[in-house]
């Protein structure tokens, strides 16, 4: 019986989640769509991303960055959500972490929202529902 290392890949890549001294990137989900955040965290671990947290609100959000803060190196951040939402929670952490990568998770129609995330330093975007190919060309956009 032939063994894997039998058959050489042709397919064969690095994972997109790794950086370039093979270390993962480490995401922080922020969301409070279970769904959303399970979703996002199977994208991203199946790249090699690691995930080091979640959160299920803005302000739960923002108190873990502050916690795992700098082992952060990218946080998708939903817009819509209670206690605190997306935009105001991303404003605390670029004005903790001024090079804070933030990327936004928004439904369709928020996009008044969306830009106005984008002027106050989030680096890109993401539509609901999630695109898989969509989500990590956006997360490696940003982390360049």
């Known amino acids: 019986m032939k063994a894997k290392q039998d058959f050489p890949s042709i397919n ?3 994972a997109d989640g790794l950086k370039e001294d093979g270390t993962p990137y480490r995401v922080l989900i922020v ?3 279970m769904f959303v955040a399970k979703q996002l965290s199977q994208i991203l671990t199946s790249e090699g991303f690691e995930i080091i947290g979640t ?3 803005g302000e739960e959000g923002v108190t873990k960055y502050k916690e795992l803060y700098p082992k952060v190196d990218l946080v998708t951040m939903d817009i819509t959500m209670p206690k605190m939402d997306g935009v105001t929670a991303l404003e605390q952490i670029v004005a903790f972490d001024k090079d804070a990568k ?3 998770v928004s439904a369709l129609g928020k996009q008044d929202l969306v830009k106005k995330s984008l002027l106050m330093g989030a680096k890109n975007y ?3 529902p999630l695109d898989r190919k969509k989500v990590l060309e956006r997360i490696l956009m ?3």
């Open 142 to 144: 940003s982390l360049k």
């Open 102 to 104: 933030v990327i936004m």
């Open 12 to 14: 064969e890549r690095a």
């Open 55 to 57: 959160a299920g609100d």
């Open 126 to 128: 993401i539509v609901k």
């Open 31 to 33: 969301d409070d769509s």
